[in-house]
């Protein structure tokens, strides 16, 4: 559907620039409601680039917060913050039930309905049952050579699964030790371990297991410069990129890993 109105208001409000020297002066600003994220480049665009209106000469203006991510804009604007707890009230939401991800639980409220709770109490400040998922790759390289995923296949991952936070991890015990190998390998105590004789099946198993335990959290030594990266580029090596590739909880959605700055 096509947007009837592309602003819904246009609000003024006093405020003060963060940036220069102000000293706390608060200045007359507008704050304009756009109907869809998607219409905020837009109107950044417009805004910046100069416009006539009726007598008034054509002129840019600048602009404040119209480079902020949506979900980010949404969190300040409805005071939540990262790792708090959020209720939905019972009666105000329904549960999706043909769910687009493989979270435990999808649904819908309207926004207004949404409760966040300040940590403030000892039953708010507590942290949520994390699924961490740790692993390790081991690559068979060629002598003198670092391993390199156009070369090298992977002989073993080993994952470690435990719950971290909440009652669940009163014990802190990891709830799942497994190790695939290609090949053959002697049993490890306590250690579930699976041989594979093709590095496909071994790649995909990872991959499975990864959507399978729901993890919250990937993590591991290195993980983010070697092993991931390895792991992707010897998929895409062997042909199985696109089945491998499937990691996240987005149905479909394969997951990509790329360079960027935050600033």
Not at 4 to 13: C, G, T
Not at 24 to 52: D, E, N, Q, Y
Not at 160 to 177: C, F, H, M, T, Y
Request: aromatic content about 10%.
């Amino acid at each position: 559907k096509q947007c009837q109105a592309f602003v819904l208001a246009v609000i003024p409000m006093m405020k003060q620039s963060i940036m220069g020297y102000s000293f706390g002066r608060k200045r007359k600003v507008l704050k304009i409601m756009i109907a869809m994220p998607k219409h905020v480049s837009t109107a950044r665009f417009v805004l910046t680039s100069g416009f006539r209106t009726g007598n008034f000469q054509e002129r840019p203006y600048t602009t404040y917060e119209s480079n902020i991510p949506f979900p980010l804009r949404f969190m300040v604007d409805h005071e939540i913050v990262g790792g708090q707890w959020l209720e939905l009230p019972e009666d105000c939401f329904f549960v999706r039930q043909f769910p687009t991800t493989r979270c435990q639980i999808e649904a819908d409220i309207v926004y207004t309905n949404l409760i966040a709770h300040p940590a403030v109490t000892a039953q708010w400040s507590r942290i949520a049952p994390l699924r961490v998922l740790s692993f390790d790759i081991e690559c068979m390289g060629r002598k003198g050579h670092f391993p390199d995923p156009e070369f090298d296949p992977v002989i073993q991952i080993a994952l470690n699964l435990s719950i971290q936070g909440g009652k669940e991890a009163e014990k802190d015990s990891p709830v799942r030790k497994r190790v695939l190998v290609l090949g053959t390998c002697a049993g490890i105590a306590g250690v579930e371990v699976v041989s594979f004789e093709k590095e496909t099946d071994l790649l995909l198993e990872f991959s499975r297991m990864i959507r399978e335990t729901d993890a919250d959290i990937l993590t591991g030594y290195n993980v983010q410069n070697f092993d991931t990266p390895y792991l992707m580029n010897r998929a895409k090596t062997l042909g199985i990129e696109e089945e491998f590739e499937l990691l996240g909880r987005v149905k479909d959605k394969r997951a990509v890993m790329k360079i960027a700055s935050f600033s």
